[in-house]
């Protein structure tokens, strides 16, 4: 196993760190999403009930690519290695595909409101800053 002789400061294994946590947390959403049982669907209001239920495989699929691939993205960078930064790409091409579905295809805004795309605009940003961590850890010599 090689590893990059050249240390990476305190604060990577910080953001590394927080990144893997944030990630972790939107896998648990994921598998809350996915695992719901029928009694604990229909506590949901009509509306949201009727997106959830009428949501394809392949919206399901992308989020389990946008959160799965976070997660192994950030253990990738903890272990220091540059293949983080496909993974994370990976991550991000899920979380669009995702987002296309709610957004485009859903009436996911009636439901939500305007402040339902805070936390989406809040992941993609997440999303963009940990590529642009990972090619910049590669960069200084901080990933192998």
């Known amino acids: 196993m090689e590893t990059s002789s050249i240390k990476p400061p305190t604060w990577f294994w910080v953001v590394a760190s927080i990144a893997l946590v944030w990630n972790l947390l939107g896998a648990m959403a994921y598998v809350n999403q996915v695992?719901?049982?029928?009694?604990?669907?229909q506590l949901l209001p009509e509306d949201q009930r009727a997106i959830l239920e009428s949501t394809p495989a392949w919206a399901t699929g992308a989020f389990a690519l946008a959160v799965w691939g976070g997660t192994l993205?950030?253990?990738?960078l903890l272990m220091r290695k540059k293949a983080a930064t496909p993974v994370l790409v990976l991550s991000l091409l899920g979380l669009i595909v995702q987002l296309?579905?709610?957004?485009?295809?859903?009436?996911?805004?009636e439901v939500y409101g305007p402040g339902g795309?805070?936390?989406?605009?809040?992941?993609?940003?997440i999303g963009?800053?940990?590529i642009w961590f990972s090619r910049s850890a590669a960069a200084k010599g901080w990933l192998s």
């Open 117 to 125: 795309l805070v936390m989406p605009i809040m992941v993609i940003a």
């Open 73 to 76: 993205g950030c253990i990738l």
């Open 35 to 41: 695992m719901m049982t029928p009694e604990e669907l």
């Open 128 to 130: 963009v800053y940990l």
């Open 100 to 109: 296309y579905h709610a957004f485009f295809m859903t009436n996911s805004m």
